[in-house]
């Protein structure tokens, strides 16, 4: 089945300290996977696509198919930084994405 | 180019009533995307349209909702005799190639 999974619901750092957002997969193809973020009061956004390969706000993601993981990682996280992050899976011929549920990233000053 | 609209923001129905949800893509997006967020969940896929024609029902309950995409107008959710589990967020999605979505702002459905 497929599936995403981000195990974390809140992860909460301090200015400046590296962050990790982990997300996890299931898929029987080739994946394409993405995260999203959502700021207070703001709608969804793609942050970034693993078939880009290119940095959005410090973030990068690299696509672990050993691991099947696509893990979200900045070096030094700033408080604007504080969203909602959802990891998503490519649903192939059919369109849809398929979501995890969300980590909340909370970064304090 | 405006993004994605999704009206109304807000809808409140009691038990048993219709709710309709609208989107509107943006312009030259022919493919539509519905999804629903439940507390403390992940958005879950509903159905997946293009002009006129519904691609992808799967995500869909089987009784109650209806989803269509005229060639003309919005996109319309359609849920009737809406009950308390039906209370989440819908948000929909446009993409012009069926790729990368863009999202709208949702809208946040109570049921009473």
């Known amino acids: 089945a497929q599936r995403v999974t981000q195990p974390e619901k809140l992860l909460s750092v301090f200015k400046g300290a590296p962050v990790e957002l982990k997300c996890n997969y299931s898929?029987?193809?080739?994946?394409?996977l993405f995260w999203y973020v959502q700021y207070s009061r703001q709608r969804l956004q793609l942050l970034l696509r693993?078939?880009s390969r290119e940095s959005i706000k410090g973030f990068t993601a690299d696509l672990n198919k050993g691991e099947t993981s696509f893990h979200l990682k900045k070096p030094f996280a700033q408080e604007e930084d504080s969203a909602m992050y959802y990891c998503?899976?490519?649903?192939?011929?059919?369109?849809?994405?398929?979501f995890g549920k969300g980590t909340k990233l909370s970064v304090k000053p | 180019n405006a993004g994605v609209m999704q009206n109304p923001r807000h809808l409140v129905r009691r038990r048993g009533q219709e709710a309709r949800l609208r989107c509107s893509p943006m312009?030259?997006?022919?493919?539509v995307y519905w999804y629903r967020q439940l507390p403390e969940e992940g958005l879950k896929f509903m159905v997946y349209?293009?002009?006129?024609?519904?691609?992808?029902e799967s995500g869909m309950p089987k009784e109650r909702f209806s989803a269509e995409f005229p060639k003309e107008g919005p996109s319309i959710l359609r849920i009737q005799q809406v009950v308390r589990g039906d209370s989440a967020a819908y948000f929909c999605?446009?993409?012009?190639?069926?790729?990368?979505?863009?999202f709208g702002p949702g809208t946040r459905l109570t049921v009473l």
């Open positions: 999605a446009s993409s012009p190639y069926g790729d990368e979505q863009f």
């Open positions: 898929y029987s193809g080739s994946p394409e």
């Open positions: 693993h078939i």
């Open positions: 998503a899976l490519y649903g192939g011929s059919q369109g849809n994405l398929i």
């Open positions: 312009k030259g997006h022919s493919h």
């Open positions: 349209l293009q002009k006129e024609n519904i691609i992808d």
